[in-house]
């Protein structure tokens, strides 16, 4: 409570699994025991101690009608561009030409699994030795959304791939350097 800190933390429908609850200390069970999740509500009546030291920030998925809209995902993409270092990267490489449009519809601009098909795509475009990101190669991965069993605020959990589709690099294929010294893009500046 005395430090000058500040912590930013992410998670999935935080008021509907109770991280912000209290619980109580029950002396006829002697265990900690939470209240019902009835009694957490997104803009608050009953606010906890844990509560106010917290402002929760809903962050909701990208759109993609206005020209700001469009704008602000693009401006995304950028950033994520900028620090994604496969070795033959391009700039452009997710803004230019059909592809803000092309992840839009494949992730409905949400945020995690837009963050899971880059980082899918990434890991791809080194194994495969083709070192860039595009359609084609994007293509090829599978995004596991909308779960039936899944509830609709539930977090996405993508489901590993049988072990035969994986592809392994042949033994006399070069394998990549996975100590590439690329300090970003701070480093560029500075030097």
């Not at 509500?41 to 929760?56: M, V, Y």
């Not at 030409?97 to 475009?125: F, H, K, S, W």
């Not at 990101?133 to 993508?158: A, K, T, Y």
């Amino acid at each position: 409570m005395s430090l000058d800190v500040t912590l930013i933390l992410t998670g999935v429908n935080i008021p509907g699994i109770g991280l912000m609850r209290e619980a109580k200390w029950d002396k006829k069970t002697r265990q900690w025991e939470m209240p019902p999740l009835e009694s957490t509500r997104i803009h608050g009546l009953e606010i906890t101690q844990t509560e106010h030291r917290f402002e929760l920030i809903e962050i909701d998925r990208f759109r993609y009608t206005t020209s700001k809209q469009i704008q602000a995902f693009v401006d995304y993409l950028k950033g994520i561009e900028q620090h994604l270092r496969l070795l033959n990267a391009k700039e452009g490489m997710l803004t230019d030409g059909n592809m803000p449009e092309y992840l839009m519809r494949r992730t409905g601009g949400v945020i995690g699994l837009l963050g899971r098909l880059l980082e899918d795509g990434a890991q791809e475009a080194m194994e495969s030795g083709k070192e860039l990101i595009d359609q084609s190669l994007l293509d090829e991965l599978v995004l596991q959304r909308d779960e039936p069993e899944q509830p609709p605020d539930g977090p996405v959990i993508p489901a590993d791939p049988p072990a035969a589709d994986k592809k392994t690099p042949s033994k006399s294929a070069r394998r990549r350097n996975t100590t590439f010294d690329d300090h970003g893009p701070q480093a560029d500046a500075a030097g």
